[in-house]
């Protein structure tokens, strides 16, 4: 399958064309292997969903990337300050963080490059971006990144995550479903209260909104937390059938659908979904129920695996431990 190809706001897609190349060079001068970058944030979103301007570009890299290195104080040979102030920018690294950002513009424009892990640990997409194979973080990933800010609601954050019920549900969905439903509904609680201050934010810093994507800023925090509260579940059902593990969910705004997922793809999906998080702290947990079901799987077993509603969880079971299930269900037991 051919890449797509995505174009990022004009601003951002300056500062990039600026910055790429220094990036990519200081970064392999580390001779890291784990250098290789992953573009982030508003930027990638707004160059798949078209939806308003982004100034900024964020990198991730392995977590445990030296960053430290491309500091003068601590590697005199590095080169990567001083490049980033000969294109203009003002480079600062937070040694705590593990993050790098560098300023234009007087702040206008930003490039942070960040030693960390995607909060969702699978999706990231191959994309060409100016001509050139990048990886970008899935959407998913992203929405998980800006509801773990949220606390300090940022109108663009605020704005990303109503479009994402409108554009991309199942990236918002996986988000809000990987972290637990009592926080999702006090974030969505803090965007409701927030509204007067989330709408002043929106007039300064929210740009480049086509007209038919236009929201009056006064709505943005009681639109959001009506979009939190739409994505979670209400229905999650994991089964086996025909050799194939079978998600079947249903939120506040749909009704159930059902993805097949192969035996051999179940662990990298059921991160990328933002199953596992969502799973972790249920029954006996995201790993010992995707062990039973892959077992089923190869056994050609039709099992009932995981089943839990908007009140909590109805039934489990693994191989040798069970809520309202039979452990390991062996050939020929019925329930």
């Known amino acids: 399958m051919t890449p797509p190809t995505l174009t990022l706001p004009p601003p951002a897609e300056t500062l990039w064309q600026a910055v790429s190349e220094t990036v990519r060079e200081e970064l392999r001068s580390m001779n890291d ?3 290789q970058y992953a573009i982030g944030g508003g930027s990638i979103l707004a160059a798949r969903w078209k939806h308003r301007d982004s100034c900024d570009i964020d990198l991730v890299v392995h977590p445990d990337t030296a960053l430290g290195m491309l500091a003068e104080a601590n590697n005199p040979a590095a080169q990567f300050e001083a490049r980033m102030r000969a294109l203009g920018g003002k480079p600062a690294f937070y040694p705590m963080a593990r993050l790098w950002t560098v300023s234009f513009d007087k702040g206008e424009r930003k490039l942070d490059l960040w030693a960390t892990a995607p909060l969702l640990g699978a999706g990231q997409q191959a994309c060409t971006i100016a001509g050139r194979l990048e990886t970008a973080l899935s959407s998913a990933q992203i929405l998980r990144g800006k509801l773990e800010r949220a606390e300090e609601p940022l109108a663009r954050d605020v704005f990303d995550i109503i479009k ?12 809000v479903n990987a972290i637990s ?3 999702a509904e006090s974030i969505a609680q803090n965007y409701h209260w927030a509204a007067p201050t989330i709408a002043a934010d929106a007039e300064k810093s929210l740009r480049g909104v086509p007209e038919h994507e236009r929201i009056q800023p006064r709505q943005l925090g009681n639109r959001a937390a009506h979009a939190i509260g739409n994505a979670l579940y209400t229905t999650c059902r994991i089964q086996t059938r025909n050799g194939a593990i079978e998600v079947t969910t249903a939120t506040n705004a749909r009704g159930e659908e059902t993805i097949r997922i192969e035996p051999n793809n179940a662990e990298h999906d059921f991160e990328a979904t933002g199953l596992s998080a969502h799973l972790q702290p249920k029954g006996p947990g995201a790993k010992a129920l995707l062990d039973y079901a892959r077992t089923a799987c190869r056994q050609q077993r039709d099992r009932m695996v995981f089943e839990a509603d908007a009140d909590g969880v109805r039934a489990w079971r693994t191989a040798s431990a069970g809520m309202n299930l039979t452990p390991g269900n062996p050939a020929g037991t019925e329930e």
């Open 33 to 35: 292997r784990q250098t």
């Open 181 to 183: 439903r009592e926080a």
């Open 164 to 175: 994402a019920h409108e554009k991309e549900p199942q990236a918002l969905e996986a988000a």
